[in-house]
């Protein structure tokens, strides 16, 4: 039996004639007549007591009257649920970040909610490292990460440029500085984040390169927390610009330059190639999208930028 028959059947129930039923659906009544008789085939039962004048329904045809009209209220349901998917009533959309790269995200997230309040978002917590696996095993339909994953089963959009910046204090002796070289740090004492990372490295090498003493006297978990102890006035630290825009804003930091320091790095969505990205997923790659064509706006949106780049300078805070 399928929902068709099952639609005729309830039709010529209520109707109590074949002739009405038929009318009703605008079908003829032989074409009625037969996917009644094909489902009472199926089934091995008569359903309609042809004796009657009112089409008194037998016992096995209120049986099914029963559940075929469960069945027929669920398939108007899920037409209904998937028109609130499509029109942006209902859905969710799961997106794997780590504590930085989910700065990036809350200005986008703040518009989506604004166009999309019945959208349930979450934002999962993940070691960069890891959530090209969270995507491909659908425990996030996006990521963000600020490395291209070299992935072929994945996409990747270069969505904002960051960079990595030194700080200090407004009360350090080096606020005033306009420019310093990277020996000029050598006697300072940073607050590191301690989480480990090939950028984390490449940072070490550099001052190595320039025989530099690196002092990372202070490891702490965080980047907030790294930040609050700077302003704090407990040493200088390296940090991604976006994670400190305010602190600089309101002179609670101080940004300077360093001669031998590039840090730049790009921020990537990926999602998986192959996936049916949902309503939701869409619409939020849309606003980022949006974003990327404000005027002097350092959000991006490029789709599978190149494939092979080299790692930027960085201290470690990607992959927490």
């Given amino acids: ?52 004048r009112d089409g ?16 027929l209220n669920l398939r108007q349901k899920a037409s209904d649920a998937l028109v609130e998917l499509r029109t942006f ?31 349930r978002i979450t934002v999962s ?3 960069g490292s890891r959530i090209p696996d969270d995507v491909l095993r659908h425990n996030a339909e996006l990521g963000v990460v600020t490395y291209d994953p070299q992935q072929p089963k994945l996409r990747s959009i270069f969505v904002y440029q960051d960079q990595l910046i030194f700080v ?6 080096l606020a005033a500085a306009q420019q310093v070289s990277i020996r000029e740090l050598g006697a300072e004492s940073f607050v590191a984040h301690n989480v480990p990372s090939p950028y984390r490295e490449k940072v070490i090498q550099t001052f190595k390169r320039y025989r530099t003493p690196l002092q990372m006297d202070i490891e702490l978990p965080t ?49 998986g190639r192959s996936a049916a990205l ?14 990327a064509h404000e005027p002097h706006s350092r959000y991006r949106f490029q789709r599978d930028s190149a494939r092979v780049e080299v790692p930027s300078l960085a201290a470690g805070q990607d992959d927490s």
């Fill in 223 to 271: 980047l907030q927390a790294v930040k609050r102890f700077v302003v704090m006035g407990n040493g200088v630290a390296l940090v991604p610009e976006i994670s400190v825009e305010a602190e600089l804003a309101r002179g609670d930091l101080v940004r300077i330059p360093v001669r031998e320091l590039r840090l730049h790095r790009k921020l990537r969505l990926i999602y």
């Fill in 125 to 127: 917590r993940s070691f």
């Fill in 278 to 291: 949902s309503h939701a997923a869409r619409a939020f790659l849309k606003v980022v999208e949006r974003f």
């Fill in 168 to 173: 200090v204090p407004p009360s350090h002796p």
């Fill in 1 to 52: 039996m399928d929902l068709g028959q099952l639609e005729v059947f309830l039709t010529v129930a209520r109707e109590k004639q074949f002739s009405r039923a038929a009318e009703k659906l605008h079908r003829t009544q032989s074409a009625i007549s037969q996917s009644i008789h094909k489902l009472e085939e199926e089934i091995g039962e008569p359903l309609l007591d042809r004796s009657s």
């Fill in 89 to 119: 009533r209902k859905g969710q959309l799961a997106i794997a970040a780590n504590e930085f790269t989910a700065l990036y995200l809350l200005p986008v997230l703040g518009e989506f909610r604004r166009l999309y309040p019945m959208i």
């Fill in 56 to 71: 008194q329904l037998t016992d096995a045809g209120q049986v099914l009257q029963e559940y075929a009209e469960r069945l």
